[in-house]
């Protein structure tokens, strides 16, 4: 039996009736220590009254002599709708961010805890603060921690999820009717082992820009850097905002009207694919709005994803969308301001610490310093340093693919997550410079020949044109993917349609799209225009 039912099991399952004591003494469980509870009036996002605790659980001393433990949030509304949310995360945790229950398509009103909804949100099994002396952006220092390796992939949530049920069935006199999971990026990822593994912890999971291949994405970030510091050394300068534009409005030109609208919105990227040639903007004699050959070898070369020396694929295919203009886009892939230093052209170091210490085994060592970082993923070498993400040793007994995926990911069937009755809904923009999403694309194909063509009835999958990693970019990026999630698990009524648009904050979308409403389709299917009003969404059809 799982180790973590057993402790609930271990727990009073039942507190005294209409109990609402804000304090630390209602709640208990081993291991675990409150540090504060106490009523919070709505402010920020946070829209209702609720009672917010902050705990820790099960503090150890690692092998590395650090402290670690499962730092937490755990936020109950006082008007309680019998549902509870559990946050995934993104990036390398390390920080209790608020317990709202958000995501990035919403808006504060349509997250978990403004629905009446308790809400639960870590760090991951480790503190960032412990790592600070390492001059490291992101914490990824405790990559040196088997254990809070295996924490920070998916033992927090399998050592959490009961106890903090346990609190709210103490604090409300009752247990959660409905159960939720709610993450993006690196909680998307965490969501999607969440179902696999976890397959009877939540009736509902909603899934943003899933990294279900972590490791693998993360020598991408090598392959990047390597071939943009091919063009120049000075990588801001390898491809500038106006290379990106012109490419932007290259792809837009063959494509944007295959969805039967010439818009800015690429609703058929698939089809789009098939009519991108790089090659067509090399410079020649006299012209002016073109790219170099050595920018158009580095983009392809990014796209076709990370190779070998023997041609064998170590990640995955990207796709060509307008929104490689974005802010977004060129923050993961060319430059970003990184907090720790100031401006900083180098964003390799976003993905170069965690890539040495926490998904290759046995960690690397590599100094705190954009410079070191970078010259790290300069030497990474694809034949011999790519296989040390399925490497174990004795020290470190799982690999970071066995800690950090699915463990049917390379062949996703879900059928005990199915099989309990779990529904879940993934969302992605085409333009994702930080997780392909050709690569969830072949995961949902997989996944839906598993299930004889019928992944739907468990499994909804929306690809958002034009959207980056999360909000931003030409996209329509506010749309409500919770509501339809909670229909389903709740009234059974599967999720159809998503209506899309700008959100207001977003200066990326094109004028034209200010008023527009675009229905996002299931996949495979596509949002195809009929004719009538541009800016209603009655006036596409998914095909």
Same mark, same amino acid.
Request: glycine share 8%; hydrophobic share 40%; with cysteine.
């Given at each position: 039996?799982?180790?973590?039912?057993?402790?609930?099991?271990?727990?009073?399952?039942?507190?005294?009736? /209409?109990?609402?004591?804000?304090?630390?003494?209602?709640?208990?469980?081993? /291991?675990?220590?409150?540090?504060?509870?106490?009523?919070?009036? *709505?402010?920020?996002?946070?829209?209702?009254?609720?009672?917010?605790?902050?705990?820790?659980?099960?503090?150890?001393? /690692?092998?590395?002599?650090?402290?670690? !433990?499962? @730092?937490?949030?755990?936020?109950?509304?006082?008007?309680?709708?019998?549902?509870?949310?559990?946050?995934?995360?993104?990036?390398?945790?390390?920080?209790? =961010?608020?317990?709202?229950?958000?995501? #990035?398509?919403?808006?504060?009103?349509?997250?978990?805890?403004?629905? %009446?909804?308790?809400?639960?949100?870590?760090?991951?099994?480790?503190?960032?603060?412990?790592?600070?002396?390492?001059?490291?952006? %992101?914490?990824?220092?405790?990559?040196?921690?088997?254990?809070?390796?295996?924490?920070?992939?998916?033992?927090?949530?399998?050592?959490?999820?009961?106890?903090?049920?346990?609190?709210?069935?103490?604090?409300?006199?009752?247990?959660?009717?409905?159960?939720?999971?709610?993450?993006?990026?690196?909680?998307?990822?965490?969501?999607?082992?969440?179902?696999?593994?976890?397959?009877?912890?939540?009736?509902?999971?909603?899934?943003?820009?899933?990294?279900?291949?972590?490791?693998?994405?993360?020598?991408?970030?090598?392959?990047?850097?390597?071939?943009?510091?091919?063009?120049?050394?000075?990588?801001?300068?390898?491809?500038?905002?106006?290379?990106?534009?012109?490419?932007?409005?290259?792809?837009?030109?063959?494509?944007?009207?295959?969805?039967?609208?010439?818009? @800015?919105?690429?609703?058929?990227? $698939?089809?789009?694919?098939?009519?991108?040639?790089?090659?067509?903007?090399?410079?020649?004699?006299?012209?002016?709005?073109?790219?170099?050959?050595?920018?158009?070898?580095?983009?392809?070369?990014?796209?076709?994803?990370?190779?070998? #020396?023997?041609?064998?694929?170590?990640? +995955?295919?990207?796709?060509?969308?307008? %929104?490689? +203009?974005?802010?977004?886009?060129?923050?993961?892939?060319?430059?970003?301001?990184?907090?720790?230093?100031?401006?900083?052209?180098?964003?390799?170091?976003?993905?170069? #610490? #965690?890539?040495?210490?926490?998904?290759?085994?046995?960690?690397?060592? =590599?100094?705190?310093?954009?410079?070191?970082?970078?010259?790290?993923?300069?030497?990474?070498?694809?034949?011999?340093? !790519?296989? $040390?993400?399925?490497?174990?040793?004795?020290?470190?007994?799982?690999?970071?693919?066995?800690?950090?995926?699915?463990?049917?990911?390379?062949?996703?069937?879900?059928?005990?997550?199915?099989?309990?009755?779990? $529904?879940?809904?993934?969302?992605? /923009?085409?333009?994702?410079? =930080?997780? +392909?999403?050709?690569?969830?694309?072949?995961?949902?194909?997989?996944?839906?020949?598993?299930?004889?063509? $019928?992944?739907?009835?468990?499994?909804?999958?929306?690809?958002?044109?034009?959207?980056?990693?999360?909000?931003? @970019?030409?996209?329509?990026?506010?749309?409500?993917?919770?509501?339809?999630?909670?229909?389903?698990?709740?009234?059974?009524?599967?999720?159809?349609?998503?209506?899309?648009?700008?959100? !207001?904050?977003?200066?990326?979308? *094109?004028?034209?799209?200010?008023?527009?409403?675009?229905?996002?389709?299931?996949?495979?299917?596509?949002?195809?225009?009929?004719?009538?009003?541009?800016?209603?969404?009655?006036?596409?059809?998914?095909?």
């Amino acid at each position: 039996m799982n180790k973590a039912w057993l402790l609930c099991l271990a727990l009073p399952m039942v507190a005294k009736a /209409g109990v609402m004591a804000c304090d630390p003494s209602t709640f208990h469980a081993p /291991g675990l220590t409150i540090k504060s509870a106490q009523w919070e009036s *709505p402010t920020g996002d946070a829209l209702v009254e609720n009672c917010r605790v902050e705990g820790v659980l099960d503090p150890y001393k /690692g092998m590395d002599g650090r402290n670690y !433990a499962i @730092g937490f949030e755990l936020r109950l509304p006082k008007n309680w709708h019998h549902d509870f949310a559990y946050q995934f995360n993104g990036g390398n945790d390390g920080i209790v =961010v608020p317990a709202l229950g958000n995501a #990035s398509s919403l808006t504060p009103k349509q997250y978990a805890l403004n629905r %009446g909804m308790a809400v639960v949100s870590s760090n991951g099994g480790h503190d960032e603060q412990e790592f600070k002396d390492m001059g490291l952006a %992101g914490g990824s220092g405790f990559g040196w921690d088997a254990r809070a390796r295996s924490l920070y992939g998916y033992k927090a949530v399998e050592l959490l999820y009961p106890v903090a049920n346990q609190m709210i069935t103490q604090f409300y006199g009752q247990a959660a009717k409905y159960r939720y999971g709610i993450g993006a990026s690196n909680g998307g990822r965490m969501a999607m082992v969440a179902a696999s593994r976890f397959p009877n912890f939540f009736n509902g999971i909603l899934v943003g820009y899933p990294g279900f291949n972590l490791p693998k994405a993360a020598i991408q970030h090598a392959w990047d850097i390597q071939h943009l510091h091919a063009v120049n050394s000075d990588l801001k300068q390898s491809l500038t905002p106006k290379d990106m534009s012109l490419v932007s409005h290259y792809i837009l030109k063959q494509c944007d009207d295959l969805d039967g609208l010439k818009d @800015g919105l690429i609703f058929n990227p $698939k089809q789009c694919q098939k009519l991108v040639n790089l090659q067509d903007l090399v410079c020649h004699a006299g012209q002016k709005d073109c790219l170099s050959q050595s920018k158009v070898n580095a983009l392809v070369a990014i796209h076709n994803g990370p190779h070998n #020396s023997q041609g064998k694929a170590l990640y +995955s295919r990207w796709y060509y969308d307008a %929104g490689m +203009s974005s802010n977004n886009w060129r923050f993961w892939k060319v430059e970003s301001p990184i907090p720790a230093w100031g401006y900083n052209p180098l964003i390799a170091v976003m993905g170069a #610490s #965690s890539l040495a210490q926490i998904f290759t085994t046995p960690p690397t060592h =590599v100094k705190g310093t954009p410079k070191a970082l970078v010259d790290y993923l300069l030497k990474f070498n694809f034949d011999t340093d !790519a296989p $040390k993400i399925y490497a174990k040793t004795k020290a470190f007994p799982e690999s970071s693919m066995e800690f950090m995926t699915p463990p049917d990911a390379a062949n996703p069937t879900m059928s005990a997550f199915k099989k309990a009755g779990g $529904k879940m809904i993934i969302y992605q /923009g085409d333009s994702d410079p =930080v997780f +392909s999403i050709v690569d969830t694309i072949h995961w949902y194909n997989k996944l839906n020949q598993n299930h004889n063509g $019928k992944a739907r009835d468990f499994v909804t999958f929306y690809e958002v044109p034009g959207m980056p990693h999360g909000k931003g @970019g030409p996209s329509l990026d506010q749309f409500d993917v919770l509501s339809p999630l909670i229909a389903w698990v709740e009234k059974g009524k599967s999720p159809d349609r998503v209506i899309s648009q700008a959100r !207001a904050d977003n200066p990326e979308v *094109p004028k034209t799209l200010l008023k527009a409403k675009r229905p996002l389709c299931p996949y495979p299917t596509i949002a195809v225009y009929e004719g009538g009003n541009k800016d209603s969404a009655s006036s596409f059809i998914c095909h």
